[in-house]
């Protein structure tokens, strides 16, 4: 997609896996801010360790505890950044067409790893007045304070991934944010989608599932049958991909083609 974006653009960049091992990863960073890149993505297993071996923190990675986008600045120092909060937030109102529609309410955000901190974030900044986590971690204490980075007052709660007996029935959102149902995934799909009590879900509550292949899970499928407006993980990836993009460039891909490139 990105290469798409820079022909489209008419840029000479390139866009490339570089294989990186936890030994290398300095050498990583120190090739971008010795601009020998022009900017870099970070992906697991390296999105939190990163943070140490960067020169500045955004709000956005700090508050989430990983970085996926690294930003040599105009003084050559390097800058860590979390794209995938601000994507999911702007994939949440383009479901609903209306950004005010969360606030106030609940939202359901299904796993308490990276994804989910970035959910709650974006939650956070989307001004809903709670957010029920649902999930296996066993201490959920540090979740919190994503919500509150977020500059968001609300209310945190967690409760055990486990089917519930009800659910509010003020949801905005849902966020499945693990990898059930991904391909090649060990968990399956269902296993999320069955923790929600869709009978107490609004109609007007948006579903989103990070997971984008297959491109409809469980939870997607379960979403449309209660006649909920719904999404996979796609856009999230597009949007997060932009957004880096132009951090790195300062120049704003086109969304339409980097979407297209992906099938």
């Known amino acids: 997609m990105h290469g798409a974006a820079f022909r489209a653009l008419g840029l000479p960049h390139t866009y490339d896996k570089i294989e990186t091992s936890a030994g290398e990863l300095g050498d990583r960073v120190g090739?971008?801010?010795?601009?020998?890149?022009?900017?870099l993505n970070v992906t697991v297993p390296h999105k939190t360790r990163v943070l140490e071996l960067v020169d500045a923190v955004d709000p956005s990675a700090d508050a989430t505890g990983a970085a996926n986008t690294l930003v040599r600045t105009a003084a050559g120092s390097v800058r860590a950044f979390n794209t995938d909060a601000p994507a999911l937030r702007d994939e949440l109102v383009a479901l609903t067409k209306d950004a005010g529609r969360f606030r106030g309410r609940s939202a359901l955000v299904l796993g308490t790893g990276g994804a989910a901190r970035a959910a709650i974030f974006a939650l956070g900044q989307l001004g809903v007045a709670r957010v029920v986590v649902r999930g296996r971690r066993k201490d959920p204490a540090d979740l919190a304070s994503v919500l509150a980075a977020s500059g968001s007052n609300a209310e945190l709660a967690f409760e055990p991934f486990g089917a519930p007996p009800s659910d509010p029935s003020d949801y905005a959102a849902i966020v499945q944010a693990t990898t059930a149902g991904m391909h090649g995934a060990e968990t399956p799909g269902d296993v999320v989608a069955d923790v929600v009590a869709w009978d107490r879900v609004p109609l007007d509550c948006v579903v989103y599932d990070v997971v984008y292949a297959p491109p409809r899970t469980p939870l997607l499928l379960r979403a449309a049958a209660r006649g909920l407006a719904n999404d996979g993980g796609l856009g999230m990836l597009v949007r997060q991909g932009a957004l880096a993009f132009e951090l790195w460039l300062g120049v704003k891909p086109p969304l339409?083609?980097?979407?297209?490139?992906?099938g």
């Open 256 to 262: 339409d083609v980097m979407r297209a490139a992906l």
């Open 31 to 39: 090739a971008l801010r010795a601009g020998e890149l022009a900017g």
